[in-house]
């Protein structure tokens, strides 16, 4: 009676054992869905939102397309509320599906997109001083302001002669600065450096420190697109000196303004000037990517 009184008792335990167990191992709940899938097109990617769900009850969300004929797979966390996905080609329209999944790895309904196309790299120019070209300049091409009429007529800025020199306006009509040196083209053409000589033997405390340059498209309003850096050498007088923007501005009319001299008075001046368009190298993006996607 002993030896059967033990038997039963050893199964009850070993059944109560496995119940236990069963009871210790949690199964995470089903993972809930999110909403309101949608898709934007990027610059060589796209953009998926979705909203998420009051509970958040999921551990992340997977979103999955075709690249190269394999599936790729994204994720995102439960505190997302979007993905970028990168590396796409404007040449292919992608759709994309996106799942919910617990802590199990199991997955909860299966949303997808709508079909987007990226938007296509741009083409980046690389600008160079040392293949840049001189635009040529006549006296009817350009407008000085101020402009002193006993000496320094603007005709002087393009003559090549380091003696001569270009004054604004000291006598009559003076104002403060900044004073300017205004080029009219008939055609829309490409401004990216330029070089220019100061006076020589001219008063040290006239001469230009800080340029800026202004673009229109009617010759009448103007917008700044660049601004030189301050304090401008102003020796040796005999030197050339070349400010480059480091882009092309594209425009028919341009003004160089003088914007500060040392005294900041109503006068500046300037021996000589020339314009240069910079060497432009193209590099087509999307071709780039193509090549290693």
Partial sequence: MKLLYFSFLSVLLAIMTVSCSDDD???????????????????????IFWNVPADSNYLYVAARFEKKESMVKQLASVYSDSILVEGLLNKFEYDFSLQTYNADEVGGEILHTEKVRPIRRPIEVTYSLDDAVEVPLTADMIDTYTQEQSEGPKENLLDDNINTYWHSAWSSG????????????????????????????????????????????????????????????????????????????????????????????????????????????????????????
Avoid: C
Wanted: glycine share 6%.
């Fill in 25 to 47: 191992e949690t199964v995470a709940p089903p993972p809930s869905a999110i909403s309101e899938v949608r898709v934007e097109p990027r610059v060589g990617g796209a953009a």
């Fill in 174 to 293: 003076k104002a403060p600065l900044p004073h300017h040196i205004q080029i009219n083209f008939e055609e829309p053409t490409k401004l990216g450096a330029f070089n220019y000589t100061l006076r020589q033997g001219g008063n040290d405390q006239h001469d230009p420190k800080r340029f800026d340059l202004q673009v229109s498209e009617d010759g009448a309003t103007w917008e700044t697109v660049w601004v030189s850096a301050p304090n401008l050498p102003i020796a040796p007088e005999t030197d050339e000196f070349t400010l480059n923007m480091n882009k092309n501005f594209e425009s028919k009319y341009f003004r160089i303004r003088i914007i500060e001299t040392a005294a900041n008075g109503q006068w500046t001046y300037l021996s000589g000037i020339e314009v240069l368009s910079l060497g432009e190298e193209l590099t087509d993006l999307e071709e780039v990517a193509e090549e290693n996607y």
